[in-house]
C-alpha cells in the first residue's frame, strides 16, 4: 500500500510562492503519475498538475499554468509542486494523489 504525506502549506499574501512536498511511501506501482489536485470550500475538486515517476514528463492545468511546477527528486522519493505568483483564487486544501490514493493534504491560503 503506498503512502503519501503532504507537507509545505501555509499562509502567503498574493504574490507570493510556496512549495509544497509530497512524501512516497509504501508499495507503488510499476509505472504510476503522481498528480496533485486541490478543493476550496464549496468547491469541486481540481486538478492542478501531474508528473509521471518514471520519465518525469509533466503536465498542469491551464488555471496555473506558468505559474506553478511539477517535479520530483527521485532519490528523496518526493514530488514538489512550486507555486508561484499566486492569487486569493489559488486559496484550497492541496492534495497529492496516486490513483485513488491520496494523502492528508495541506492548506494553502492566499491573502489579497
Known amino acids: 500500500q503506498v503512502q503519501l504525506v503532504e507537507s509545505g502549506g501555509g499562509l502567503v499574501q498574493a504574490g507570493g510562492s510556496l512549495r509544497l512536498s509530497c512524501s512516497v511511501s509504501g508499495r507503488t506501482p510499476i509505472y504510476f503519475a503522481v498528480d496533485w489536485f486541490r478543493q476550496a470550500p464549496g468547491k469541486e475538486r481540481e486538478f492542478v498538475g501531474t508528473?509521471?515517476?518514471?520519465?518525469?514528463?509533466?503536465d498542469v492545468a491551464n488555471s496555473v499554468k506558468g505559474r506553478f511546477t511539477v517535479s520530483r527528486d527521485n532519490a528523496k522519493n518526493t514530488v514538489y509542486l512550486q507555486m508561484n505568483s499566486l492569487k486569493p483564487d489559488d486559496t484550497a486544501i492541496y492534495y497529492c494523489?496516486?490513483?485513488?490514493?491520496r494523502g492528508q493534504g495541506t492548506q494553502v491560503t492566499v491573502s489579497s
Open positions: 508528473i509521471r515517476w518514471s520519465s518525469g514528463r509533466t
Open positions: 494523489a496516486i490513483n485513488n490514493i
